[in-house]
């Protein structure tokens, strides 16, 4: 009788699992989301179609992503995750620079360099995801 008491489970500790595993779910896919969202930015900004809400979903702070590298060596996520991550970064960065020094390219250019970095990124991951 008591081994049944002690092997049930009680809810707050099932609350704790379950909202664990979304926590990692969210740390998993939010490189992902966000890496996306960042092409699908650089796309629009092409044809000068570029909504608010959207720069705002994809304008995401350095100190989050950091973050993000961080439980990502904690929580011992494979290289392609990091991958996200720094292509989420070096997308921010050239964003960045434009923005206040300027690349001295025509719309065309700066959507090449963007999906030049982004095909990198996605042949790196492939690569590294394809040897686990």
Excluded at 18 to 29: A, G, P, R, S
Excluded at 31 to 40: C, N
Excluded at 50 to 71: A, E, K, M, P, Q
Aim: contains cysteine; aromatic residues 16%; charged residues 15%.
């Amino acid at each position: 009788m008591e081994k049944e008491e002690t092997q049930k489970e009680n809810p707050l500790q099932k609350r704790s699992k379950t909202l664990h595993k979304w926590v990692i779910w969210t740390i998993k896919v939010a490189p992902i989301i966000i890496g996306g969202m960042s092409f699908i930015n650089a796309v629009l900004t092409y044809f000068e179609f570029t909504t608010i809400i959207l720069n705002y979903l994809v304008g995401v702070s350095l100190l989050f992503v950091f973050i993000l590298f961080l439980l990502s060596y904690e929580l011992k996520f494979c290289v392609w995750h990091r991958l996200l991550l720094y292509y989420i970064v070096l997308y921010n960065m050239l964003s960045i620079y434009d923005l206040y020094i300027g690349i001295p390219v025509n719309n065309q250019g700066f959507l090449i360099i963007h999906l030049g970095l982004a095909a990198l990124f996605l042949l790196l991951i492939v690569r590294f995801h394809a040897h686990e």
